[in-house]
């Protein structure tokens, strides 16, 4: 399911499978959320949990038992529920399942927020540990961005630049 929400300046839809930003739209009607374009890369901005990247021949040991798990985890091909919609807001949340727990075996849950803002928007990860074990993960966001924003520019005029030396 396809859900949409606005801010009155932008416009953002998110996949209810994997809570993944499919569209963000601002008030030109310009798409800033990479399309999908199977060619190059089907998702647009996939959610990372609870590993990011991939297990060595897909498997590892938790707690004695080898699991297997896909490339970046299993939220990215899960199912979300609405948790709440307001103005500009939008929150999606999963609870592990007996599907989840072949791979991943700890209980948790995960909302994720999306907010849009004056200039854009942000995302927010909640993780629950809803069990009684200690319980390792990574989370992550991949999103995926359509350039040139300005049709003045060029793909080559984009430079991705940290605060330090990384």
């Known amino acids: 399911m396809l859900y949409t929400v606005t801010n009155g300046k932008y416009t953002a839809q998110v996949d209810s499978v994997g809570a993944q930003l499919v569209s963000l739209k601002g008030p030109d009607g310009f798409e800033y959320i990479w399309t999908g374009d199977p060619t190059y890369w089907k998702s647009h901005a996939p959610v990372l949990f609870p590993i990011v990247g991939g297990l060595r021949n897909g498997k590892a040991k938790l707690d004695g038992k080898w699991v297997q798990m896909g490339r970046h985890g299993f939220a990215r091909n899960t199912e979300f529920s609405m948790e709440g919609q307001g103005e500009g807001k939008l929150s999606l949340h999963m609870v592990s399942n007996e599907e989840t727990k072949q791979c991943y075996p700890y209980d948790c849950a995960l909302t994720v927020t999306y907010i849009l803002e004056e ?48």
């Open 119 to 166: 200039s854009g928007y942000t995302t927010t990860f909640t993780v629950e540990n809803t069990g009684d074990r200690t319980m390792p993960f990574v989370i992550g966001g991949h999103p995926g961005f359509n350039i040139p924003v300005d049709e003045k520019a060029a793909f080559e005029d984009y430079v991705i630049r940290f605060e330090k030396e990384e």
